[in-house]
C-alpha cells in the first residue's frame, strides 16, 4: 500500500515539475505576485524595511506604505475550507 500511495504522490508531483532553470525562474516570479493563501485574510501589518529606518529623533514612520516596506498577513484556514478547495480543484 504505501507504494501505490507513493507512485499517486510522485505522479502529481512530477506533473509540474520545471527541468530548465529559465521555466523555474519564470514560474517563480509569477507565484511571487499572483500567490494568495488558502483561508480567509484576518489580520495584516505593515513595518517599514531596514534601509529606511533610521536612528535620531524627527525619524516618523509614514502612515502610507512604502514600495520597500514588508506586509504580513495573517489567514485563518480550518480543515473544511481544505477539502472544498481540494475537492473543487479535482473537479476542474
Keep these: 500500500m504505501p507504494l501505490a500511495l507513493l507512485s499517486v504522490f510522485v ?3 512530477w506533473s509540474g515539475y520545471y527541468k530548465d532553470e529559465a521555466s523555474f525562474s519564470a514560474q517563480v516570479d509569477q507565484d511571487a ?18 534601509g529606511a529606518i533610521s536612528k535620531g529623533k524627527g525619524t516618523a514612520v509614514p502612515d ?8 504580513f498577513e495573517v489567514y485563518h484556514v ?3 475550507f481544505v477539502t472544498v478547495k481540494r475537492v473543487s ?4
Design 11 to 13: 505522479a502529481h508531483i
Design 33 to 50: 505576485t499572483t500567490f494568495k493563501p488558502l483561508g480567509e485574510l484576518v489580520y495584516s501589518y505593515t513595518r517599514p524595511s531596514r
Design 64 to 71: 502610507v506604505a512604502g514600495e520597500d516596506d514588508l506586509v
Design 78 to 80: 480550518c480543515f473544511h
Design 89 to 92: 480543484d479535482e473537479m476542474a
